[in-house]
């Protein structure tokens, strides 16, 4: 079994193996590392801002239902209000009665231009009869772009303080750990070597001065006997 394994890492099709699983890891660290850093950068503005643009939401209510489920993590990209189609789901903050100060994520029924040429859009749920009160273009946060699964999943374990703590204190303590490592084996790698090198380098020299004597000697003994 180990001869296979070295074998295997060592064919191309191992090495080809091996590029795969570590493309696949970096981007699964980039996408977790992406997703805690807008979840944080949220918590810490309250909202108000979000990471190159994204903001990260969990759907409270079943008002969009079945589009997005409760309990959903969607995500936000700040978009043009003119960018904006009928359509479109939008999350925006609520201003007036019952949603005031609320975040919404809601599908775009209308939209309209006001005097000054700003966006005014009208909005409902899917599940829902009634439009909300009009929402105008500073109100919204951005369209959602992606919602699935595996993402509900993934943030539902950062979201908590716990999740949060173990995927990514304790990934980055590990990674700075195996760095340190590494520095270290290469440190005392090179020390070796230059050991090494220093004592090749005395050999060396002690074989040379000895052969000089030898030299010197069979010289000697040449004279003499001349």
Request: glycine content about 6%; overall charge neutral.
């Amino acid at each position: 079994m180990r001869k296979i394994r070295r074998l295997l890492r060592n064919s191309v099709i191992g090495k080809v193996i091996k590029f795969i699983w570590k493309t696949i890891k970096l981007i699964v660290e980039i996408i977790v590392l992406a997703l805690a850093i807008t979840i944080i950068v949220q918590r810490v503005t309250n909202n108000k801002s979000g990471f190159l643009g994204y903001r990260i939401f969990n759907v409270a209510t079943g008002s969009m239902e079945p589009q997005y489920n409760i309990g959903d993590i969607i995500i936000s990209k700040q978009t043009p209000p003119s960018k904006i189609k009928v359509g479109d789901s939008i999350v925006y903050l609520g201003k007036v009665g019952d949603y005031k100060n609320k975040i919404i994520t809601h599908a775009v029924i209308q939209i309209e231009q006001d005097e000054d040429g700003k966006y005014i859009f009208h909005t409902k749920g899917i599940a829902t009869e009634l439009e909300d009160p009009i929402v105008h273009e500073d109100q919204v946060y951005g369209v959602v772009v992606e919602s699935n699964k595996v993402l509900t999943f993934v943030c539902g374990i950062i979201a908590s303080p716990y999740g949060l703590y173990f995927i990514i204190i304790v990934p980055i303590l590990i990674y700075a750990f195996s760095q340190f490592m590494k520095i270290q084996e290469k440190s005392v790698k090179y020390e070796k070597e230059e050991e090494n090198k220093k004592a090749n380098n005395e050999l060396e020299s002690h074989e040379q001065s000895k052969t000089n004597e030898d030299s010197n000697e069979d010289e000697e003994n040449i004279n003499n006997n001349t």
